[in-house]
């Protein structure tokens, strides 16, 4: 494979999956939830990653594991 499709390749790999509109607004959600105080305690995301990875090692699908993550990140 040349070196420009290898490019190409990797850039849609890591393209955005949503509109840059969309990007900025989760951001600033994020950031509004951080200054007034809605967080997720360290030791709790701890704990749910840990499951997560508990999960995916013991067989469970990525698919699982993917959503069990998104869920934490929307909490």
């Not at 890591?14 to 030791?43: H, I």
């Not at 508990?54 to 998104?70: R, V």
């Amino acid at each position: 494979m040349s070196y420009d499709k290898q490019k190409s390749k990797l850039k849609s790999t890591f393209a955005l999956e949503e509109s840059e509109e969309v990007f900025n607004a989760k951001m600033q959600k994020g950031l509004d939830d951080a200054r007034n105080g809605r967080v997720t305690p360290l030791d709790d995301v701890y704990a749910k990653l840990s499951e997560a990875i508990s999960e995916i090692k013991d067989g469970a699908k990525s698919a699982d594991a993917e959503n069990f993550i998104k869920g934490l990140m929307n909490s």
